[in-house]
């Protein structure tokens, strides 16, 4: 059931080997029934800053199910560090009598299904945030052409802002004058894997994944195209192009936000030294003298 819960897609009917407890029959009743069973499960957590990552979630409540009966259930689960994040699901059952095996078939979960989105290739992405979360629907559901067709136009309409921020880095880690240039003239291209064939110089390595240009690799999914492709060799590119996409993504924020960190580290260690050497006022003027000085010093009256 942890399995079925955590990683079957919705759409999908499963056999699950533990899917209930006991059974039990009614009093005065010929029927059965028994519970689901509802083990602690591990799931994303977005809430900030307690979470932000895989937490245990525990389930609210017993749902009690009887034999030869389609069962619709709602499930509710609450992530245990925080008690805030809910996550829903809708599932119907069919349990076999005096077993605790049976069939369970996922109608929808919320929030969807699937690994959570990067924030940072969220924010790279911009006004095609729906699009791209289309595809994410359509490859949690196999649909492989569909998501690889989402991708390749996410990226492709968003390939100016991809290739300014790959710009950015660029002058933030003082490249070399021609790849910059090189990349401004790659983003006037109308197509992203045209922009990436008029690239010769490549990207900073501090950009490269497992030691490979991404923009290599974006470029050699994307002209695989969709003629031709079965729907499962589609969806396997369309899956490489969003963990490449966002895994790029991160490591341009990374670069982004260590040169930030680095700049007011530096901006507060030259504050910091400024204050110290600001001259007190005997430093500008030695021929004064402290006001309770002897020389300063009143008679006392007669």
Same mark, same amino acid.
């Given at each position: 059931m942890?399995?079925f819960?955590?990683?079957?897609a919705?759409?999908v009917?499963?056999?699950?080997?533990?899917?209930?407890?006991?059974w039990?029959s009614y009093?005065?009743?010929?029927?059965s029934?028994?519970?689901?069973?509802?083990?602690e499960?591990?799931l994303h957590c977005?809430t900030q800053?307690?979470?932000?990552?895989?937490?245990?979630f525990?389930?609210q409540?017993t749902?009690e199910?009887r034999a030869k009966?389609?069962?619709?259930?709602f499930?509710k689960?609450?992530?245990?560090?925080?008690?805030?994040?809910? $996550?829903?699901? &809708?599932?119907?059952?069919? #349990?076999? @009598?005096?077993?605790r095996t *049976?069939k369970?078939y996922?109608f929808?979960?919320?929030p969807n299904f699937g690994?959570?989105?990067s924030?940072?290739?969220?924010?790279l992405i911009?006004?095609?945030?729906d699009?791209?979360?289309k595809?994410?629907?359509?490859?949690n559901q196999?649909m492989?052409?569909a998501?690889?067709?989402?991708?390749?136009r996410?990226i492709?309409d968003?390939?100016?802002?991809?290739?300014d921020?790959?710009?950015k880095?660029?002058?933030?880690?003082?490249?070399d004058e021609?790849?910059?240039?090189?990349?401004?003239?790659? $983003?006037n291209? &109308?197509?992203?894997?045209? #922009?990436? @064939?008029s690239?010769?110089? *490549?990207?900073?390595?501090?950009?490269?994944i497992?030691?490979?240009?991404?923009?290599?690799l974006l470029?050699?999914?994307l002209?695989?195209g969709?003629?031709?492709?079965s729907?499962?060799?589609?969806?396997?590119n369309?899956t490489?192009?969003?963990?490449v996409m966002?895994e790029?993504?991160?490591r341009?924020?990374?670069?982004?936000?260590?040169?930030a960190?680095?700049s007011a580290a530096?901006s507060?260690?030259?504050?910091k030294?400024?204050?110290s050497?600001?001259?007190?006022?005997?430093?500008?003027?030695?021929?004064s003298?402290?006001?309770n000085s002897?020389?300063t010093k009143?008679?006392?009256?007669?």
């Amino acid at each position: 059931m942890r399995e079925f819960l955590e990683k079957v897609a919705p759409g999908v009917t499963a056999e699950v080997a533990d899917l209930c407890g006991d059974w039990h029959s009614y009093p005065g009743r010929g029927d059965s029934y028994t519970h689901l069973k509802l083990p602690e499960i591990t799931l994303h957590c977005d809430t900030q800053p307690s979470c932000g990552g895989f937490r245990l979630f525990d389930s609210q409540g017993t749902h009690e199910i009887r034999a030869k009966v389609s069962e619709l259930k709602f499930l509710k689960y609450i992530c245990k560090n925080c008690s805030k994040s809910v $996550k829903l699901f &809708s599932l119907k059952i069919n #349990a076999a @009598e005096n077993t605790r095996t *049976g069939k369970a078939y996922k109608f929808g979960e919320l929030p969807n299904f699937g690994p959570p989105n990067s924030p940072r290739l969220i924010t790279l992405i911009r006004d095609q945030r729906d699009l791209f979360l289309k595809g994410r629907r359509a490859e949690n559901q196999g649909m492989g052409i569909a998501a690889f067709a989402y991708y390749r136009r996410v990226i492709d309409d968003q390939r100016v802002r991809i290739f300014d921020e790959i710009i950015k880095v660029c002058q933030r880690l003082s490249a070399d004058e021609s790849i910059i240039q090189e990349l401004t003239a790659a $983003k006037n291209e &109308s197509q992203f894997s045209k #922009a990436i @064939e008029s690239v010769k110089h *490549g990207i900073p390595e501090a950009l490269f994944i497992s030691g490979q240009n991404p923009l290599t690799l974006l470029h050699s999914a994307l002209s695989e195209g969709l003629h031709g492709k079965s729907d499962e060799e589609c969806l396997e590119n369309a899956t490489n192009i969003r963990i490449v996409m966002a895994e790029f993504a991160e490591r341009m924020g990374q670069v982004l936000k260590d040169e930030a960190e680095l700049s007011a580290a530096v901006s507060r260690l030259l504050n910091k030294k400024s204050a110290s050497a600001k001259p007190t006022l005997s430093e500008t003027n030695p021929s004064s003298e402290p006001a309770n000085s002897e020389s300063t010093k009143l008679d006392p009256p007669a």
